[in-house]
Each structure stands twice: as structure tokens, then as C-alpha cells.
């Protein structure tokens, strides 16, 4: 996974590694860590959550995922203050789950965003409006 060697294999995981995913989001190429078994975590990971495989590669994230379930959230943490009311998501993108904010573009910032299990959403990156903090975001799929 690495190509410094086995020192930067034995070093911890880092938010850096977080923060290079959430880059590559950003920029259209998304991916999942995912092992020769097929299933998929997100960076920083070292071994797959599920079995414990070391062999990780990065595969792409499919274009769209399907919400599996939300929560919409009225009274927010202090992180969050400023942003609410929001649905947060865990959406199904294949190998791997992700759970990020849903955002229509529509509503305003007393308006309940409109999220439904099924939906098929793309996901991207944006920022929480309390403190300019980047997290996942998800988006209706065009057409849908």
C-alpha cells in the first residue's frame, strides 16, 4: 500500500490519510480500501476490519451509492450549531459504506433536507457552515 517501505507500514494510521482520501474525493476519484475477500473500509485502515487481511487496494467508489438509512438532526452538537437542521446518511457504494451530510442545494438552512432510504446520491465533499470543517457529502443523483 506504500511505497516507503515497511517503516511507513509499521507507523500508525494518520488523519493525513483521511484528510489525502477526502482530497481525492474532492477531485473525482473516490475509492474504497478493499481486500482480496471483497470487503471495502476507508483510509486510514493498516488491515481489513472484517478479516483481518493486510492486503489492501484501493478500487474505485461506483458514481452513485444507495441511502440505506438517515437521521435527520434538529439540535445539533456545537460542531454542528450552525448547520442544522441536516440529515446525516450511510449510504451503500459497493464494497463500502460511507455516512456523510445530505445536501439538496434546495433548502435553506431551516428547511428539513428531503432524503429517503432507496435514493440513489453521488457523493462529493463540502464543508459544515458552524466552522468551515470539510466532510462527506452527499448529493441527489440527477433525474432521480
Keep these: ?59 474505485p467508489l461506483r458514481e452513485a451509492g444507495t441511502v440505506e438509512t438517515y437521521s435527520v438532526v434538529h439540535v445539533p452538537s456545537p460542531r454542528f450549531a450552525d448547520d442544522a437542521p441536516y440529515a446525516t446518511a450511510v449510504v451503500d457504494f459497493g464494497p463500502t459504506r460511507l455516512t456523510g ?3 439538496d442545494g434546495d433548502h435553506g438552512r431551516d428547511a428539513t433536507p428531503e432524503v429517503e432510504i432507496g435514493d440513489r446520491v453521488a457523493v462529493g465533499v463540502g464543508e459544515r457552515v458552524t466552522d468551515g470543517e470539510r466532510l462527506v457529502v452527499f448529493r441527489p443523483v440527477d433525474g432521480e
Excluded: K, Q
Excluded at 477526502?22 to 475477500?37: M, Q, S
Design 1 to 59: 500500500m506504500s511505497d516507503n517501505g515497511a517503516a511507513a507500514d509499521a507507523s500508525p494510521p494518520t488523519d493525513r490519510e483521511y484528510a489525502e482520501w477526502l482530497d481525492a474525493l474532492a477531485g473525482g476519484d473516490g475509492f474504497a480500501l478493499v481486500c482480496p475477500d471483497g470487503h471495502g473500509s476507508l483510509p486510514p485502515r493498516r488491515v481489513c476490519p472484517e478479516c483481518g487481511s493486510a492486503e489492501l487496494s484501493r478500487e
Design 101 to 103: 451530510i445530505v445536501r
